[in-house]
């Protein structure tokens, strides 16, 4: 397999749509995407047709009518199901470089630690799901939970953005401990976006630009 998998985690709000968007238009032109090879910008939950199906239903914010969380557990693991089957693994496969908007770290942290359903159980749902795909890099943006709140104080909350403080305290906490577990690379995301921009070419400089 010679596609690189690169995956954007972090708290709502942290600032990874902005920086994938980025990215998606430096790497093409920073030389480490060999040149008949195509660069994919994909996102969890709603990365593939039926995904996009799922998504609506996992984040309509219709609290009467909101999943139970093993059912929301299931339901974001039927979209990395479709996202890995017809988005992920074609593309790597055929040489393509993929960078998505979350993967199954955020599943441990939110569903894990926020929801706090057995990580045992969510980590055994994973390697079913995930078909020994693991990203080639993470890169986890920080930021603390009342910035999160503060930066999204002027949105419409989906249901899970909905969750409050005391909810994004404990993903928060899970996503900090599975980032050293993991080896993932942390950036402090209050910073100007320019300067994360910045950091985040360096680390792809430096991982992929021998290996290519
Ligand atoms: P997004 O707003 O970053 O696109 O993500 C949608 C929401 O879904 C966000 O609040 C985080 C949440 N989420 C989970 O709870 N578990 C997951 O596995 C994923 C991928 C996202």
Same mark, same amino acid.
């Given at each position: 397999?010679?596609?690189?998998?690169?995956?954007?985690? !972090?708290?709502?709000?942290?600032?990874?749509?902005?920086?994938?968007?980025?990215?998606?238009?430096?790497?093409?032109?920073?030389?480490?995407?060999?040149?008949?090879?195509?660069?994919?910008?994909?996102?969890?939950?709603?990365?593939?047709?039926?995904?996009?199906?799922?998504?609506?239903?996992?984040?309509?914010?219709?609290?009467?009518?909101?999943?139970?969380?093993?059912?929301?557990?299931?339901?974001?693991?039927?979209?990395?199901?479709?996202?890995?089957?017809?988005?992920?693994?074609?593309?790597?496969?055929?040489?393509?470089?993929?960078?998505?908007?979350?993967?199954? !770290?955020?599943?441990?942290?939110?569903?894990?630690?926020?929801?706090?359903?057995?990580?045992?159980?969510?980590?055994?749902?994973?390697?079913?799901?995930?078909?020994?795909?693991?990203?080639?890099?993470?890169?986890?943006?920080?930021?603390?939970?009342?910035?999160?709140?503060?930066?999204?104080?002027?949105?419409?909350?989906?249901?899970?953005?909905?969750?409050?403080?005391?909810?994004?305290?404990?993903?928060?906490?899970?996503?900090?401990?599975?980032?050293?577990?993991?080896?993932?690379?942390?950036?402090?995301?209050?910073?100007?976006?320019?300067?994360?921009?910045?950091?985040?070419?360096?680390?792809?400089?430096?991982?992929?630009?021998?290996?290519?």
């Amino acid at each position: 397999m010679k596609g690189k998998f690169i995956v954007l985690e !972090g708290i709502d709000g942290c600032g990874k749509t902005t920086q994938i968007n980025e990215l998606y238009k430096w790497l093409p032109k920073s030389g480490l995407i060999n040149k008949n090879r195509t660069l994919i910008k994909t996102r969890e939950p709603g990365g593939s047709f039926l995904g996009k199906e799922i998504r609506d239903m996992i984040l309509n914010n219709n609290k009467l009518n909101s999943p139970s969380i093993l059912t929301e557990l299931l339901l974001y693991s039927a979209d990395r199901a479709e996202h890995i089957s017809k988005v992920i693994l074609p593309a790597l496969q055929n040489g393509h470089w993929i960078i998505s908007d979350r993967f199954s !770290g955020s599943t441990l942290a939110y569903q894990g630690y926020g929801r706090e359903i057995s990580i045992d159980i969510i980590k055994k749902l994973e390697n079913i799901v995930c078909q020994n795909i693991k990203p080639d890099l993470t890169i986890f943006l920080e930021i603390s939970p009342e910035e999160s709140i503060l930066r999204r104080k002027n949105k419409v909350a989906d249901r899970i953005e909905s969750e409050g403080l005391d909810f994004l305290k404990k993903v928060n906490h899970g996503f900090k401990l599975i980032a050293l577990e993991n080896n993932w690379e942390i950036i402090k995301a209050s910073e100007d976006l320019t300067s994360i921009a910045d950091q985040i070419q360096k680390l792809l400089i430096n991982k992929f630009s021998l290996n290519k």
